[in-house]
Every structure is written in C-alpha cells, then in structure tokens.
C-alpha cells in the first residue's frame, strides 16, 4: 500500500497570480507532492475541510493576503483546526509587510513572501523546500515506514517516542489498549502484549523491546567509530557540540562527536525557539538541531550515537575516551559539551510516575495525549513557556506552577505576551507541587497554591526546573565549581587547586579547563549563558582554541 502524496495548496483570486504560483509550484515540487489551485479563500477553506475529512496530508498551504471574501491571514488561521501542522505561506505585497509580520504571532504563519518572487530558484523554492522539509520530518504517515506499537503509559514506550523523534525519524505509533489495528499487528508478527513495546521497522523487521542502541542500529544510525585517532573529539550534540563539529570538520580536523541520547540536548526538546537569529517565524528544537547535524556530516564529522563516554584518561598527552560499552577512542584534543539536564522534584509520587505522565522536559511526543485534558507545568523559563505554548494547542487547560509572583525574573518578554494572550494557559503564582497521584499513570496533583493544598486532576505534568551539569564522570580529571560545572580559562586560574594541577608555562586557554588539550563549551561550563545564540558561539570558538593547542 502507497500513501498518498502530500498536497500543497496554492490560493489566489487573481487569475495571473494563480496561474504563475502553481505554474512554479508544479515545476519544483510535482514529483513528491500533488498541486492544487483554489481561486478563493471560501473555496480553499471548503477544500481543506474535505481534505481533512478524507485524511489527505496537507503539507503546505500558499496564500495571498489581500482576497475580498476571506483574507490570506484569516484562512490561514482557520486552516489550523483542520491541519495543525501544515506549513502556512502568506503571499503579500510591499504595502502588506507590517501585517505580514503581525500574523507571524497571531496566526502563527511560518513564512511570509514578497510579490513577485522572481526568480523563483532564489526567492520561492529555498524557503518553501525548507517548510517542506521540516513538515516531512515531523509528519507521521499513516502507513509504511516505522510503526511503534506499546501501551500509553509505559515509561519504555515514551523513551522510544522521544528518541525517534529526536533524530526526526517519521513513525507511527499505535496504543495496544485501544488500537484493533496494533491487537492484529502484533499477532501478525507473533508476538504478545508481554513484548511490548514493539517495533515494526520499514522492512517490516519487528524488534520486541529494543534498546536504543538496538533500535539505532535498525535505523542505520552510527555507533561504532571507524579511526583509531581523531584531532579532536566533541562529548555531547547539544547547541554547542554541534557548531563545534561544524567549525572543526569545516576546518580540516578529524572531528568525531559523540551524543548518549538525541542532537539538540535540552534546546533539541523546545517546541519554538522564536529568538534565534535568522528564523524570524522560529523553529523547533529538532528542526535546529537536525539541520546542525547534517551539516556537520556533510562537512566530514562523524557522529556517533547513542554511546555514552563512561571515562576520560590522558596517556602520553593523548585523550583516551572510554565508551559504555568497553571500546576506546583516542584523540588529540577534546571538547566536553555534555550540557545540563533539569533537576527532580523532590515529592511523593514522582519516581513511581515518571514517564507515565511524569516528564521532565517537554516530552512533545505526549502533547497529542493531552487533548482536552489539563496539563501543569513546574518552572518559569523559557523551556517551560515554549512548552506551555505548544500544549495549549491540545489541552484544555495549562497550569504553570511558580514560586514567585510572576515570570518576568526567568521568561522572555515575547514569551510572558503570548501566554497572556493565549486563554487556556493559567499562571499560578506562589504555588508549588506537593504530590502526585495515580495507579499506573498519573491521575491528579496536590498543588499548594498560597498555602492551600488543593486535589487537581491532571493528564500530564512537565517539569522545568534547574539545571545539573552532566559531569559526574569528570570529576576525577577536571576541576568543577561547587555545583559541578566546568572551570575554564580566568576563572580555573582564580581557583585555588589551580597552582598544584596546571604545569603549562602558559595560562589556560579561555574555554580550557585544567587539562591541556581538553575544553569545554556550552551549559556545562561554569559561567557560561543558558542561551542557544551563546552555546553556539562557544562551540565555533572552541575549535579556534583547539587549532592553537594542536599547533603547540
């Protein structure tokens, strides 16, 4: 069976205008996608509601602003009851830019064009490739490639959701309780319920309870090394390791970077990274960090993952890195980019629930479980506000839990704007979690909320508290301050283990820490900024230092 090819709709009155989109539309795209051509908004927003109704994937929809029965803008914004994830192009005028640029928030447009996009090769095909891309990475078919099939609340299947969704690997997942079409898979392939969760690749090799390590291995995802000796290795694909695999691969090095989990480390989970530079409609997490992993392997990096490094030794000046699973990578030169990951909440319930609507992060793949449901967010940072935003799109109701009064000591300015203005998303200042309930998932929260503790059921709880740098496997090697973060450059020369430890003539580079030829960049790093731009940045910087210790 074929799924049926994903459709771009292009929207005009014009006649002229009409003809020369879909003209171009035709000429780039009618290989993958099947064009069609509406001459109205009334017309358009009929045609979406049948393509819906035959569940037709919509991929994009090419809209001009000014049509006198139903503005661009204004299908735009009803066609996302219908098709949540379809990409949204609104084709303007000069005259039309400032409401342009307004309905990138209040209809949440993902581009806007200028008329005419002559030559389309520079103008239209670039950004419309891109849209078109990130929706085939997001969008689930509905038959072949990879099908999940588990139960709703196991821990294990939430784990594997998440990892094929970090490496923006399309799959379908089918609920065992309540899905007849998993009942009848999973006997097909001659199994039971006790295998679950199971994996139907796209051969239609199924893999009870698979390992991520194991259900990489299916996907063709890389982890074993194939050198000996590399001149520099990056630990951790966040932001930072990978500009850092960008810049050294880029720049001649044999760069190797390793990653325990998923590209994008804690930004690789956010729904909406809105204040990145260059994406003024925004993007996810996944998107930025996928871009930044194929870039990096065109460029010559080899990735490795999911492999975890269990020990870091130096011998006769060179790095031997000690995976998990015993093998051993040397090097000349490391970058530790291990980031953070968010502290537990420390109250009953919590390790019994995790993963069973417990989560800590933004977990995305259980938004669609949420439908209709109320969900609580714990903390008050951006993670938590670009979480709060994207559940608001499926529950019912969005509770953020703070300790403080308001959000604007932790939050973005935009992000604080657009919860106000999003009605099922509720603040509740002076508040925190005491405890959660519930049998095999969670079923309700007790929130303390200005010293009443009230009962509350609850679909989902996210947690987005603190931050913990990922260097307990460091400690016997590299100096950390008193919470565990990486000392580098000025601030290892002010420590007062410095003198004993470091026996360079020189001082430290500015992203070294205490062992030459070893640096570290990104949320690790003590001092460093919790900013996607900033990561970024000293992840470029890092190799510019590493090409100095290499020249020594």
């Known amino acids: 069976m074929a799924a049926k090819k994903p459709i771009i709709l292009a929207v005009d009155d014009d006649p002229q205008v009409l003809a020369a989109i879909a003209r171009d539309l035709r000429q780039e795209f009618s290989q993958e996608y099947r064009i069609v051509r509406v001459n109205s908004g009334p017309e358009a927003l009929t045609t979406i509601k049948e393509l819906s109704a035959n569940e037709e994937p919509l991929a994009l929809i090419v809209a001009d602003q000014r049509m006198p029965e139903l503005e661009g803008v204004e299908l735009l ?16 005028a000069y005259a039309d830019t400032e409401a342009a640029v307004r309905a990138i928030n209040s209809a949440r447009i993902d581009h806007y064009l200028m008329k005419p996009w002559d030559p389309p090769e520079n103008l239209l095909y670039p950004t419309l ?10 969008h689930k078919p509905k038959f072949d490639g990879v099908r999940l099939i588990g139960f709703q609340w196991s821990p294990l299947s939430h784990e594997l959701k998440d990892f094929l969704s970090g490496y923006m690997v399309g799959y379908q997942w089918l609920d065992y309780e309540t899905n007849p ?5 999973v006997q097909a392939k001659g199994f039971e319920s006790a295998d679950l969760p199971l994996v139907i690749c796209a051969d239609g090799t199924a893999v009870p309870k698979p390992t991520k390590a194991v259900l990489a291995q299916h996907l063709g995802i890389n982890s074993t090394a194939s050198q000996e000796m590399y001149d520099v290795v990056v630990v951790g694909a966040g932001p930072s390791g990978l500009a850092a695999a960008v810049y050294g691969a880029s720049e001649g090095l044999k760069t190797l970077i390793i990653e325990r989990q998923t590209p994008g480390g804690q930004a690789g989970t956010s729904s909406r990274i809105e204040n990145y530079l260059g ?9 930025l960090a996928h871009r930044a992993w194929t870039q990096a392997v065109r460029l010559g990096a080899e990735f490795l993952a999911p492999q975890e490094v269990a020990s870091l030794c130096v011998q006769d000046g060179y790095k031997v890195l000690t995976l998990s699973d015993g093998s051993e990578i040397s090097t000349k030169a490391v970058v530790l980019t291990t980031g953070v990951s968010y502290r537990t909440l420390d109250v009953p319930g919590m390790d019994r629930l995790s993963g069973a609507g417990v989560y800590y992060g933004a977990a995305r793949t259980e938004a669609r479980s949420c ?3 109320d969900v609580y967010i714990v903390g008050g940072g951006n993670s938590a506000g670009q979480a709060a935003m994207y559940l608001a799109t499926y529950a019912r109701k969005v509770f953020i839990v703070i300790r403080g009064a308001n959000l604007a000591a932790s939050m973005s300015a935009y992000l604080i704007e657009q919860i106000r203005d999003t009605p099922n998303i509720e603040l509740l200042p ?21 010293g009443t503790v009230e009962k509350r059921p609850a679909r989902a709880l996210f947690v987005f508290i603190g931050a913990k740098p990922s260097t307990e496997w460091l400690l016997d090697q ?10 580098t450059g000025r601030d290892l020369v002010t420590d007062a283990r410095y003198a004993s430890i470091w026996k360079k003539e020189r001082e430290p580079y500015l992203l ?16 460093a900024m919790a900013r996607v731009a900033s990561a970024v940045g000293e992840g470029s910087m890092a190799i510019k230092f590493v090409h100095q210790y290499l020249d020594e």
């Open 77 to 92: 914004t009803a066609s996302r009851q219908y098709f949540p994830h379809a990409k949204r192009v609104l084709l303007t």
């Open 129 to 138: 490739q891109d849209l078109l891309n990130a929706w085939q990475a997001a």
């Open 181 to 185: 079409e998993a009942q009848a898979l």
């Open 279 to 287: 994406f003024p409609t925004g993007l996810s997490g996944a998107e």
């Open 371 to 373: 439908d209709e449901q």
């Open 430 to 450: 002076f508040s925190q979690i005491k405890e959660v309930c519930g049998q095999d998932h969670l079923e309700a929260v007790m929130v303390d909320i200005n």
């Open 478 to 487: 590299v100096i950390c301050d008193g919470k565990g973060f990486l000392l």
């Open 512 to 527: 070294e820490t205490c062992v030459p030829g070893i640096f570290a960049a990104g949320d690790s790093r003590s001092g």
